[in-house]
């Protein structure tokens, strides 16, 4: 293993892996340096087993929806095999990192680094390697509170409810987040007595307001408890679990409760000041082709800031390591896609009704319902709609809203359309096949002018 390296890569997330990937595929010599297992906190301890869950909680959603229309009995959890199979799942996904990695010669070392100058980082146990380009990728962590302290057993981060090993009986979540809500979603359908806290007036507050306003009643309906504008002063723990004492004085009880009031980036520890590197509260500064103040030093993922997502953290570590390498890249911000997995599914990419009313956009909206999709109603999935927010001065489609059935999976064609800066018109110029799920897309879209049809 040579000390001396083109690229060195620090955090094996999903930042950092495909960085260190990617500058193997253009050439380079490039050293990984990861302290914790290949993946990050997406692979390992987010993204994939929280989505491994999500998949069991659909099922048994779905079976109960089944109920009285040709399907008998109801599944049922086991949690000890349900778990299993979830670590089964990121171990085999770990396992293909770490392979694809050592295929590409991507030298990786196991260790905690930080930076001691700009081209070097000293690693515990392995001592130093230089690289002409030092990537940063190291992530983030869970917002702790004051008064909430993670113990593991009352009072959870969102790791320790993925390790937690069983189904219990009663949760109160302090954040109506997207984990949050995730997790209310997961837990409820395993059985869970669910209760959510949230100090703003709503749940997922940065979606679009009719979204916001079908999840909510759609958790109240599937008996999830909502506290909105509510503030948790304290949690109490006892010998029976955990009691919450919220700003009005009441006080609800649970078996556990779960702290989900997001993340901060990990920037301490990792020498940024002793190389010089610019950073504040919201991550490490950078430019779109995520350079940092110093030359040779590049940063990407959560450790920057911004929207703290896998799918955009990987985008920014290829950028970050094409430009390493003298192949000019930037990151476009302007159609990032966000999904979340609740039941029913949330997703969206662009403007938000509310976002483009601020920016004094006059808009069209077009909606369509899964209820009239004749696929949705093969599936028993008729809850959630469509929602397309289109320019109405050119019909440009400015942003796409989906809440149901595979609305994650859907929202790629809101992408394309939304990165080709295509009209509805245009949009809708593209046949759709049927009986699919897609085509609420199309008929979306020709409701922007009254054109859907298979609605009033």
């Given at each position: 293993?040579?000390?001396?390296?083109d690229i060195v890569v620090l955090g094996g997330g999903p930042a950092g892996y495909p960085a260190a990937i990617r500058a193997a595929q253009l050439g380079a010599k490039a050293c990984l340096i990861e302290e914790d297992r290949l993946g990050g906190v997406c692979l390992n301890r987010g993204c994939i087993p929280t989505k491994t869950l999500h998949g069991a909680a659909h099922?048994?959603?779905?079976?109960?929806?089944?109920?009285?229309?040709?399907?008998?009995?109801?599944?049922?959890?086991?949690?000890?095999?349900?778990?299993?199979?979830?670590?089964?799942?990121?171990?085999?996904?770990?396992?293909?990192?770490?392979?694809?990695?050592?295929?590409?010669?991507?030298?990786?070392?196991?260790?905690?680094?930080?930076?001691?100058?700009?081209?070097?980082?000293?690693?515990?146990?392995?001592?130093?390697?230089?690289?002409?380009?030092?990537?940063?990728?190291?992530?983030?962590?869970?917002?702790?509170?004051?008064?909430?302290?993670?113990?593991?057993?009352?009072?959870?981060?969102?790791?320790?409810?993925?390790?937690?090993?069983?189904?219990?009986?009663?949760?109160?979540?302090?954040?109506?987040?997207?984990?949050?809500?995730?997790?209310?979603?997961?837990?409820?359908?395993?059985?869970?007595?669910?209760?959510?806290?949230?100090?703003?007036?709503?749940?997922?507050?940065?979606?679009?307001?009719?979204?916001?306003?079908?999840?909510?009643?759609?958790?109240?309906?599937?008996?999830?408890?909502l506290h909105l504008g509510t503030k948790v002063s304290s949690l109490r723990k006892g010998d029976g679990g955990v009691t919450a004492l919220l700003g009005g004085g009441e006080e609800i009880s649970a078996e556990i409760a779960l702290v989900s009031v997001g993340r901060r980036p990990r920037t301490g520890g990792i020498g940024l000041a002793e190389a010089g590197i610019g950073?504040?509260?919201?991550?490490?500064?950078?430019?779109?082709?995520?350079?940092?103040?110093?030359?040779?030093?590049?940063?990407?993922?959560?450790?920057?800031?911004?929207?703290?997502?896998?799918?955009?953290?990987?985008?920014?570590?290829?950028?970050?390591?094409?430009?390493?390498?003298?192949?000019?890249?930037?990151?476009?911000?302007?159609?990032?896609?966000?999904?979340?997995?609740?039941?029913?599914?949330?997703?969206?990419?662009?403007?938000?009704?509310?976002?483009?009313?601020?920016?004094?956009?006059?808009?069209?909206?077009?909606?369509?319902?899964?209820?009239?999709?004749?696929?949705?109603?093969?599936?028993?999935?008729?809850?959630?709609?469509?929602?397309?927010?289109?320019?109405?001065?050119?019909?440009?489609?400015?942003?796409?809203?989906?809440?149901?059935?595979?609305?994650?999976?859907?929202?790629?064609?809101?992408?394309?359309?939304?990165?080709?800066?295509?009209?509805?018109?245009?949009?809708?110029?593209?046949?759709?096949?049927?009986?699919?799920?897609?085509?609420?897309?199309?008929?979306?879209?020709?409701?922007?002018?009254?054109?859907?049809?298979?609605?009033?």
């Amino acid at each position: 293993m040579s000390s001396a390296y083109d690229i060195v890569v620090l955090g094996g997330g999903p930042a950092g892996y495909p960085a260190a990937i990617r500058a193997a595929q253009l050439g380079a010599k490039a050293c990984l340096i990861e302290e914790d297992r290949l993946g990050g906190v997406c692979l390992n301890r987010g993204c994939i087993p929280t989505k491994t869950l999500h998949g069991a909680a659909h099922l048994i959603e779905l079976a109960a929806s089944g109920q009285g229309g040709g399907f008998s009995g109801a599944l049922s959890v086991d949690p000890a095999a349900l778990f299993a199979h979830k670590e089964s799942v990121v171990d085999s996904l770990v396992g293909g990192v770490a392979k694809i990695l050592k295929g590409r010669k991507v030298d990786v070392i196991s260790g905690r680094g930080r930076l001691v100058s700009p081209g070097a980082v000293e690693i515990e146990g392995h001592g130093t390697v230089e690289g002409r380009s030092v990537i940063v990728a190291t992530g983030s962590s869970e917002i702790e509170l004051p008064g909430m302290e993670f113990d593991g057993r009352s009072v959870l981060s969102s790791t320790d409810l993925l390790d937690i090993g069983r189904v219990p009986e009663s949760m109160i979540i302090v954040g109506g987040g997207v984990i949050g809500c995730e997790f209310a979603s997961i837990f409820n359908a395993f059985g869970t007595k669910v209760t959510i806290v949230e100090m703003l007036p709503s749940i997922i507050a940065t979606e679009d307001i009719h979204v916001i306003r079908f999840l909510q009643a759609y958790m109240k309906k599937k008996g999830i408890t909502l506290h909105l504008g509510t503030k948790v002063s304290s949690l109490r723990k006892g010998d029976g679990g955990v009691t919450a004492l919220l700003g009005g004085g009441e006080e609800i009880s649970a078996e556990i409760a779960l702290v989900s009031v997001g993340r901060r980036p990990r920037t301490g520890g990792i020498g940024l000041a002793e190389a010089g590197i610019g950073s504040s509260r919201a991550g490490i500064t950078v430019d779109s082709s995520m350079r940092t103040n110093v030359d040779g030093v590049f940063a990407a993922g959560d450790v920057i800031g911004g929207w703290l997502l896998a799918h955009v953290a990987t985008r920014e570590g290829t950028v970050a390591a094409a430009n390493a390498l003298g192949h000019p890249s930037s990151v476009d911000y302007s159609a990032v896609p966000a999904t979340i997995y609740t039941l029913p599914e949330v997703s969206r990419v662009g403007m938000t009704e509310q976002e483009a009313k601020e920016k004094g956009i006059d808009i069209s909206t077009g909606r369509f319902p899964f209820a009239a999709s004749g696929k949705a109603k093969g599936l028993r999935e008729e809850e959630g709609f469509v929602k397309w927010i289109a320019s109405k001065k050119d019909g440009r489609l400015l942003g796409l809203h989906i809440i149901g059935p595979q609305a994650t999976e859907l929202l790629a064609a809101g992408i394309v359309a939304l990165g080709g800066k295509l009209t509805a018109r245009e949009f809708t110029e593209s046949m759709f096949p049927h009986p699919t799920l897609s085509e609420a897309l199309a008929e979306a879209a020709e409701a922007i002018e009254g054109r859907a049809i298979d609605i009033l």
